[in-house]
């Protein structure tokens, strides 16, 4: 499956723009007692309705591509790929909780591994350019001048760990289930990159 991916909205080629038409083809339809989702339809094989999909959480995926690999082609190419993954995963996915937590751990792993391949780290994207590509309703807990900061200086699972609970406000348990970590792991990676934050403002920067 090819996608031409757009990090900030269009749908995908084959696939009609949602218009009124399309929205009502989208409408809950009766079916065994209960209506039928978009998840539901994109499982069926409705392509306007993946389409639809892809326009709810492409902003997000992009997002932690980007923050995590800190290069928009890399962003680009992960989010496009996760989405693929997602349209040949469709009949796994069993509702839109479990949607968002399995695009998040495909963008997140995927970053990761690219991450891991690279010669040296990468050069972090400042957080108000990528803000472009993301929704006005996706703000990051922590400002973008502290967050930035924290992840110039974090290795990479650190870096992933921070990035999902302070932008995805996911709790310990979850980032631990998603990233397939030790809980402990990910409290002690929260614990010294606060730690190492702190140091930081504080004037006296020390490795993390």
């Known amino acids: 499956m090819s996608l031409q991916f757009s990090p900030v909205s269009g749908p995908l080629p084959g ?11 989208l409408r809950p339809a009766p079916a065994a007692g209960h209506a039928a989702t978009v998840v ?3 499982r069926r094989g409705d392509m306007e ?3 639809r999909l892809v326009r709810t959480h492409q902003a997000r995926v992009f997002s932690v591509a980007l923050r995590l690999t800190g290069r928009r082609e890399d962003a680009e190419e992960l989010a496009q790929d996760a989405f693929v993954q ?14 968002i937590h399995w695009l998040l ?13 690279r010669e040296r780290q990468p050069r972090l ?3 108000d350019v990528a803000g472009e590509d993301i929704a006005a309703d996706q703000v990051d807990p922590l400002s973008a ?3 930035q900061t924290m992840l110039q200086v974090l290795p990479v699972p650190a870096r992933a760990v921070v990035l999902l609970r302070y932008q995805e406000d996911l709790d310990p348990p979850e980032i631990a ?32």
Do not use: C, W
């Open 15 to 25: 696939a009609a723009a949602a218009s009124d038409t399309g929205a009502a083809a």
């Open 40 to 42: 539901d339809l994109a």
């Open 49 to 51: 309705a993946f389409a």
């Open 86 to 99: 997602l349209h040949a995963a469709l009949s796994q996915i069993q509702g839109e909780s479990h949607l």
């Open 105 to 117: 751990r495909a963008v997140t792993h995927r970053s990761i591994d690219r991450l891991r391949q």
């Open 125 to 127: 994207v400042p957080l």
């Open 145 to 147: 001048r502290r967050l």
């Open 177 to 208: 289930t998603l990233l397939d970590m030790p809980l402990n792991t990910v409290k002690s990676h929260l614990r010294r990159s606060l730690d190492a934050l702190r140091a930081l403002h504080g004037g006296h920067p020390h490795e993390y």
